[in-house]
């Protein structure tokens, strides 16, 4: 995706089958042509330090390896949808690992943000009611679950959320990990 978050259009698969072998089990594009200083069989595209992904360019145009390797896997092209890599690993671009989904789901299957204090998506202490507070955003609406004495219940009140507006879940680890298995054992 750009920075617009407009998708660009992938070229036809045809040609793209023409250019590239996908290596299934690795989730790895090579070149199929020489062309220039690029050899038949090496690695195509490259990676991209400040955004974590591999970019391949083809005909001048600079494209997501992992919308070009879910393209050559699926047949489907994703279109303006979004690539998901399931393990959020941005360069495993096995096509086990890539899912299309909405830029909703896609938000919603966010880790735990650097900024987050609580260490829990959704729950923050708020300081004026001296309790735990749990919120979530769903269908572009802002919903406050509540105030809560624990910590817990706070996260609680969030995992239940979760689980009724999301259609994706998101990652959990730490924390969020143990109390969403004993939410839901």
């Known amino acids: 995706m750009n920075k617009s978050n407009k998708a660009i259009p992938l070229p036809p698969l045809a040609k793209l089958n023409e250019l590239f072998h996908l290596d299934h089990e690795a989730g790895e594009l090579t070149w199929k042509v020489s062309a220039g200083t690029r ?9 991209n330090k400040s955004t974590g992904y591999r970019n391949l360019q083809i005909g001048g145009v600079l494209y997501k390896e992992h919308r070009v390797v879910y393209y ?31 830029n909703q789901a896609n938000l919603q299957a966010r880790a735990v943000s650097k900024y987050n204090t609580s260490g829990f998506t959704g729950v923050h202490f708020n300081k004026q009611t001296d309790k735990w507070q749990a919120m979530i ?17 706070a996260c609680t009140s969030r995992i239940k959320a979760e689980l009724q507006f999301f259609t994706i879940q998101p990652r959990r680890e730490g924390k969020q990990l143990e109390l969403y298995e004993r939410l839901t054992a």
């Open 137 to 153: 955003e769903a269908d572009g609406k802002k919903r406050h679950l509540g105030y809560f004495v624990n910590f817990e219940d």
């Open 39 to 47: 050899a038949a069989g090496s690695r195509a595209g490259s990676f």
């Open 72 to 102: 050559m896997a699926t047949g489907e092209d994703p279109g303006s949808l979004y690539i998901d890599h399931i393990d959020t690993n941005k360069t495993n671009n096995r096509p086990a690992n890539l899912q299309v989904v909405t």
